[in-house]
């Protein structure tokens, strides 16, 4: 009886890697110090040109579109993740988001999704509150599926440099 389940088991990873059920996080559209007056044509957006975001200061702000994709299966959780100097909020459809209990929290960054949601769009805005020093800041999302697969991650790497003001 052993020998026949491990001869089954590289079928259950073959099937999980190989049928696309891993969810996906794909940047839909990514703007930086975007004017909310500004038409969607004069925003310029980095989503797929994330190495040429300009060095970011105290104020500056981001909006990341999101699209989270269960690749056949039903999403189970989002879940947003920043540095200290980053202020996140995040948009979402509340239809398709459960309120049961105390998985669901925006304000935490995370998102239960109810049964049936395959696909949906969030989005993420941040303000940069402060610099500790100049260098690095992540912006990280997660999302798991109901299947038995690995869960996806996409992170947005920022540079932070001070703002120098002459004295």
Do not use: W
Request: charged share 35%; with cysteine.
């Amino acid at each position: 009886m052993k020998k026949k389940a491990l001869f089954l088991l590289p079928l259950f990873f073959y099937a999980c890697s190989d049928s696309g059920e891993s969810p996906v996080i794909e940047i839909q559209k990514l703007y930086i110090n975007v004017d909310p007056k500004a038409e969607e044509t004069t925003k310029e957006d980095y989503a797929n040109r994330m190495d040429e975001i300009p060095a970011l200061k105290v104020g500056d702000k981001i909006e990341a579109f999101l699209s989270l994709d269960g690749n056949g299966a039903e999403l189970k959780s989002f879940k947003l993740q920043n540095d200290a100097e980053v202020k996140t909020e995040l948009h979402y459809k509340k239809t398709e988001v459960s309120t049961e209990g105390n998985l669901t929290d925006a304000e935490k960054g995370q998102l239960r999704f109810k049964d049936g949601v395959t696909k949906t769009n969030v989005l993420v805005q941040a303000t940069v509150e402060k610099v500790e020093s100049n260098g690095d800041v992540q912006i990280t999302f997660y999302l798991s599926s109901k299947a038995e697969c690995e869960g996806a991650q996409e992170i947005i790497g920022l540079k932070i440099k001070e703002d120098k003001k002459d004295e």
